[in-house]
């Protein structure tokens, strides 16, 4: 008995979903796609973490039983990772995340503080100015594989 199946694509997430469903092969080749269009803009990020932003952040900190510091440059550049993601309660299916405390910190800190103040005097952010420097490159290359799989999936359902 012939079944047909009928699937609409709207956007990046629909077309994600529908290639688990149809070919997970070809969904595990679009993320290492994604991530090798993204891969500029993380070594760039990678490279642009300062050796050790304050001197303090050499020590060992732990507030509440949880270890932020001490600061380890290859840690936090290791920490950069790129993730897709297709969860309903996500904004972004490629997106790139800082994965190590001390980096999160660094990221994430304000000027609201002495510490943010301290930080944001002799460093900038790293993650956000990269990925703006590299949004036209990376916007045009995921819409370029996006295509790629929905002409895929059109391809397999058909």
């Known amino acids: ?3 047909g199946v009928h699937t609409e694509v709207v956007g990046v997430k629909e077309t994600i979903k529908a290639l688990r469903r149809v070919d997970p092969e070809f969904r595990k080749e ?3 796609a994604a991530k090798a269009i993204v891969a500029p803009m993380v070594a760039e990020a990678k490279g642009l973490y300062p050796q050790l932003p304050l001197s303090g952040m050499a020590r060992s900190w732990t507030p509440k039983a949880y270890s932020i510091f001490p600061w380890q440059a290859s840690k ?20 790139v995340s800082q994965g190590d405390p001390a980096g999160i910190l660094f990221e994430t800190v304000t000027t609201g503080n002495r510490l943010g103040q301290n930080i944001r005097a002799r460093s900038d952010r790293v993650l956000w100015p990269t990925a703006d420097r590299h949004a036209p490159q990376i ?18 359902v058909d």
């Not at 936090?76 to 997106?95: A, C, F, H, I, Q």
């Not at 370029?144 to 929905?150: H, Q, Y």
């Open 76 to 95: 936090v550049r290791s920490g950069v990772k790129v993730k897709t993601s297709t969860r309903r309660d996500k904004n972004s299916v490629l997106y």
């Open 1 to 3: 008995m012939p079944v």
């Open 30 to 32: 679009f993320n290492r």
């Open 139 to 156: 916007q045009a290359g995921v819409a370029l594989l996006v295509k790629k799989a929905e002409k895929t999936v059109q391809w397999m």
